[in-house]
């Protein structure tokens, strides 16, 4: 599950059609987040002390984050082409960040590489249930397992990857 915060730490996530979630814990639909990852902006440039907050950028974030929820609130929910992932890139698309546009697998991209967990057991509820079952797939079906996973796995993440570069997602 992909969601994204405001300045004040308040998470949207994209639950369904017409359904933007608002949690001010930082919950999402399904729970906690297990990784997060902070997206730092240039300094501000324009007038003003530095070091004031909230800063003109994360004004910005704000503006913009409430401008797409407000768009998704009319978008119908689809698992595989308009899911939470699709929010977070319109979102980090509308602020511009980085200076690029961004599709739900640049932010898997950016997530799997430069997110953080948030705690040991953030990392093995991400990836213990995985695994286990690796493990016991190898051990009890043996290559079997592994070409049965492979030939779910592989037409499955082409999928995604042509989806996301073959259609603009928003």
Not at 60 to 70: K, M
Request: with cysteine; proline share 5%.
């Amino acid at each position: 599950m992909a969601g994204i915060s405001d300045s004040s730490g308040t998470a949207y996530d994209f639950a369904g059609s017409g359904t933007i979630l608002r949690w001010p814990s930082g919950r999402t639909l399904l729970g906690m987040p297990t990784r997060w990852l902070q997206l730092v902006y240039p300094e501000d440039t324009g007038s003003g002390a530095e070091g004031t907050w909230p800063s003109k950028q994360a004004l910005h974030h704000d503006q913009e984050l409430n401008t797409v929820a407000d768009a998704f609130k009319t978008e119908p929910y689809n698992l595989f082409t308009n899911n939470c992932h699709v929010f977070v890139s319109a979102v980090m698309t509308h602020v511009d960040y980085r200076n690029t546009h961004w599709d739900p697998f640049k932010v898997a991209v950016l997530v799997f590489f430069c997110a953080r967990y948030t705690s040991i057991w953030g990392f093995l509820h991400t990836w213990l249930p995985f695994m286990t079952m690796v493990v016991l797939g190898v051990f009890y079906g043996r290559m079997v397992f592994l070409y049965v996973w492979l030939g779910l796995s592989v037409p499955l993440l082409a999928w995604f990857i042509i989806y996301n570069f073959a259609n603009k997602v928003w």
